[in-house]
């Protein structure tokens, strides 16, 4: 299987946030010129965005996967 694609990062992504928090308005990654790149998880229905930063954009989403997934995982234990 080839390597992984940041748009199949973003699918992710969004699966996971759609499955835990329910509605997803954007997933996705942009450039800053003085922080690097952002990926961004937009949530909706009172919950806040979720930012994750990294050097390249594959990385962003990689540190916004892990976060998801780490609130997930609190949220899960509690």
Partial sequence: MADKQDSDR????Y???KGHFG???FVGIKYHNKIGWIAK????AGFENLTADGKTSSDALRNLRARVKKIIK???GV
């Fill in 10 to 13: 973003i699918k992710e992504i």
């Fill in 15 to 17: 699966k996971l946030c």
């Fill in 23 to 25: 509605d997803v308005r």
């Fill in 41 to 44: 998880a937009q949530l909706g």
């Fill in 74 to 76: 609190r949220y899960n």
